[in-house]
């Protein structure tokens, strides 16, 4: 069993989630510890007024709600009364088993899942800490229920992430519900990935057909800190109705964001060399810029290059799906800025088509041989000449065997005269 535990400021938007599932018919609420009906006859107000009424103790504690999947491998289809068992062990086991919470049974993914949704806030005003719970509290209680159901452990059902949620699929405009589709990819993204910017973000997003938008620089949206996210097309064209990022469960504001980017800027610093080794590898390999996107995309990096209305690249970011991490190019130096790397291309490109002079391709036309070597040998043209220098030695060695045969003429000669 895999337990995942989210934490937030709202109650409603955790109940507003579960309940539209199961007005879709996607999920069920199978139990309600702590109220005071069945939970068949249960009314939304009386669901969300149980807990706001003990975050109303408090008014202190802002981060007041509690959102926890138990998500069960494929093979354990267990009936309704295990799972309200299970819950409850769950919670009990976490420090919560006295806190009022709603138990929803969720059929809309690969695997069998709960949702169970409470509060920190106890009767006494007091709060129950959030600190090292999914760490500490949660292994333990986890691995508890594990072995008093004989459920498959969480490290048996393969990597953690495949277990938690469905792959995530692009949005396609006019085809699922909109609001629905970009909030399950925002919010997966947002809580996987290591970026430092909205750019940065889009960079991902862009992939699914999404993008976050603060407006132009001269709008009121822009000037109060607003974020809305859109659908795009195929062609990257803004699609529909913008959706606000404050009514997008887990509120992936700009405020909450650039929270994120102050942390994502420290976690991925040790990430930054791994992903400057893989660059420098496809560099010293390949030349032109789709190759280069090629090889990186098989190291499991995608290379975005952003170009302007001309046609000019001004920036290059690189996104490790690997380790989840994007950087800008200048943010891992300035040899990997747009600007260096479309000049490496652009000389790589002069280099590999470059033509070789014709007069280093017809040497042998260039030379003219004496008939009899007994003459000095020297290349027509200049003395000066590339060829002059690159036959230097064959020249000297011509030239001392020619002396030989004129000293033994003059020998000759002399011995005839005596």
């Excluded at 990430?271 to 010293?284: F, G, M, P, R, T």
């Excluded at 030379?367 to 002059?388: A, E, H, V």
Aim: hydrophobic share 35%; glycine share 6%.
């Amino acid at each position: 069993m895999v337990a995942k535990i989210k934490t937030g400021r709202s109650v409603s938007g955790a109940i507003n989630y579960n309940e539209h599932k199961v007005r879709q018919g996607k999920a069920e609420l199978i139990s309600a510890q702590g109220y005071l009906k069945d939970p068949a006859n249960l009314t939304f107000t009386e669901k969300l007024q149980r807990l706001t009424d003990l975050t109303n103790r408090n008014e202190r504690t802002l981060v007041n709600a509690m959102h926890v999947s138990l998500n069960f491998a494929v093979s354990e289809n267990l009936e309704k009364d295990l799972l309200q068992q299970i819950a409850d062990d769950y919670m009990d086991g976490l420090g919560f088993g006295k806190q009022p919470y709603l138990v929803y049974q969720h059929r809309d993914a690969g695997h069998p899942h709960l949702h169970i949704v409470t509060t920190n806030i106890k009767p006494d005003g007091k709060r129950i800490s959030f600190h090292f719970l999914a760490n500490r509290a949660s292994e333990c209680a986890r691995k508890q229920v594990e072995i008093n159901y004989n459920l498959v452990k969480a490290e048996d059902q393969g990597k953690q992430q495949n277990a938690l949620s469905n792959p995530l699929i692009q949005v396609e405009y006019g085809k699922s519900e909109l609001k629905r589709s970009i909030t399950n990819v925002v919010n997966e993204i947002v809580k996987g990935y290591k970026f430092t910017s909205i750019p940065e973000l889009n960079a991902i997003l862009n992939q699914y057909n999404i993008t976050a938008d603060r407006g132009s620089k001269d709008s009121r949206m822009y000037e109060k800190n607003g974020l809305v996210y859109w659908a795009l097309d195929e062609k990257g064209n803004k699609m529909g109705v913008p959706i606000k990022a404050s009514s997008i469960y887990g509120k992936p504001t700009l405020k909450a964001l650039e929270d994120r980017f102050r942390l994502n800027e420290v976690l991925r610093k040790p990430l930054k060399e791994q992903v400057k080794w893989k660059i420098e590898k496809a560099l010293n390999v390949r030349v032109s810029k789709t190759a280069f996107q090629k090889m990186l995309k098989e190291e499991g990096i995608q290379v975005i290059f952003r170009q302007n209305e001309e046609g000019r690249l001004y920036g290059i970011t690189f996104v490790d799906h690997g380790s989840k991490s994007v950087f800008n190019g200048s943010d891992l130096g300035k040899n990997y800025s747009a600007a260096t790397l479309t000049n490496w291309f652009k000389n790589k490109e002069i280099q590999q088509h470059q033509i070789v002079p014709k007069k280093e391709k017809n040497v042998k036309q260039v030379l003219k041989f004496p008939d009899n070597i007994s003459g000095s040998f020297t290349p027509s043209g200049d003395r000066n000449s590339l060829l002059n220098i690159l036959f230097k030695d064959e020249q000297q060695d011509m030239a001392a065997i020619a002396r030989l045969q004129q000293n033994k003429r003059k020998k000759k000669r002399k011995g005839h005269s005596l």
